[in-house]
């Protein structure tokens, strides 16, 4: 277990776009140094946001149409010639797997999180 971060202020936490997104697109990165997909993800607002994601132990037809949780404004990040723009968030589980965060029920594309 780790230990926890300092104490932050409401107003870090407000300065983040945490929002639910659809997946809907799925793509193979060969050229990542870790095993990654290409992910889109509809965040509502008409935009598709794209993140490089080490989730391959999840089979691109699962994580097709899901609900993810994801931070939306961190900019972009350049991770082996692709720009990754969003944060889709998880947690590793007890084989290291990590296990992305969605609701548990249906929630609308863009709801922003709090």
Same mark, same amino acid.
């Given at each position: ?8 202020? %409401? ?25 990654? %997909? ?19 132990? %999840? ?56």
């Amino acid at each position: 277990m780790t230990a926890l971060k300092p104490q932050a202020s %409401y107003d870090d936490f407000s300065r983040l776009d945490i929002r639910i997104g659809k997946v809907v697109d799925v793509q193979p990165f060969p050229r990542a140094r870790n095993p990654s %997909y290409k992910i889109g993800v509809d965040v509502g607002a008409d935009r598709v946001m794209w993140s490089s994601a080490q989730i391959t132990n %999840y089979a691109p037809a699962d994580l097709l149409g899901s609900l993810v949780v994801c931070v939306c404004n961190f900019g972009p990040k350049n991770i082996a010639g692709f720009t990754s723009e969003l944060l889709i968030l998880g947690a590793r589980d007890a084989a290291g797997n990590v296990i992305v965060l969605g609701p548990r029920s249906e929630v609308a594309i863009g709801e922003p999180v709090f």
